[in-house]
């Protein structure tokens, strides 16, 4: 039986890369974006339907997932990948835009799933997978607000797997590194001149150059296609996917090593002040 994913945020980046990938092995695919462009996937393979879908709008939510019910009949897998990053300084970070952050990338993810739990609770089966970010597990500078939405879905995710378990259905986490080259990285760059106050610029100028000189190989949206396929068809109970050479660095220093050992080699990797 070809099995049916949906999937969030698919107009460019992961979650393109991602339902490419599931297309090529034979799945049914519901590419969601929040303003469907025909052209998006140069393709008019039946096995895709493009659909639109607003994470921040149940309403939204409800009529895709029934919408894609309504044309393969199940769906096996959702990935909520839609997101929005978020760069610079708390203390000049308005509440309107920490609440935007937080209605796609945290409570988006909330709404997504509760609207398909039902749904698999009486297919008997199925898996969530939830796109966080390597900033879950080693949280940097400038990027609080984001990685405060990421962790909260990491919490959420684990606590959702348990709660699931006895009907079948699977939470997991793929936690892709930094990408700077992706669309989704690229949209954060505006955000940020309003939000480095000038008693800032000088720790921000020289830590973002610091990440230039980043100590792995950036992340690629080949990676975390793979790593989502990955969550996807695993038949284990793993719940984390790292994807890419940092998240992979950094998670084995968060859940190997010392408390200390971790923040040492965090502080020498992305604290300008303590770089040689």
């Not at 929040?34 to 659909?51: E, V």
């Amino acid at each position: 039986m070809t099995r049916t994913v949906l999937i969030t945020g698919t107009s460019s980046g992961y979650g393109k890369a991602a339902a490419e990938l599931f297309l090529a092995r034979g799945w049914n695919v519901l590419a969601t974006m929040r303003r469907p462009d025909p052209a998006a996937f140069g393709t008019t393979d039946p096995r895709l339907k493009l659909l639109p879908l607003d994470v921040t709008d149940s309403g939204s939510i409800a009529r895709a997932v029934a919408d894609g019910l309504a044309t393969f009949g199940a769906i096996d897998v959702v990935v909520n990948n839609a997101g929005i990053g978020l760069a610079g300084a708390v203390e000049a970070t308005p509440d309107a835009v920490v609440r935007e952050i937080f209605e796609t990338n945290t409570f988006g993810v909330f709404a997504t799933c509760r609207a398909i739990i039902p749904q698999m609770r009486r297919q008997g089966r199925g898996v969530i997978v939830n796109v966080t970010s390597s900033a879950a597990i080693a949280p940097m500078p400038l990027v609080a607000v984001y990685t405060a939405s990421k962790c909260a879905v990491e919490g959420f995710t684990e606590s959702l797997s348990h709660e699931l378990e006895p009907f079948g259905i699977s939470a997991r986490l793929v936690e892709p590194g930094y990408a700077p080259t992706t669309n989704f990285s690229a949209a954060t760059g505006p955000r940020i001149q309003a939000l480095i106050p000038p008693d800032y610029a000088g720790f921000a100028r020289d830590y973002f150059a610091r990440m230039a000189d980043y100590p792995t190989p950036y992340c690629t949206e080949a990676e975390v296609a793979d790593a989502v396929l990955a969550a996807a068809t695993d038949e284990g109970r793993r719940i984390r996917y790292p994807a890419g050479p940092d998240t992979r660095l950094v998670s084995e220093l968060r859940w190997s090593t010392s408390e200390d050992r971790y923040l040492e080699e965090m502080r020498r990797m992305f604290s300008p002040r303590l770089a040689s």
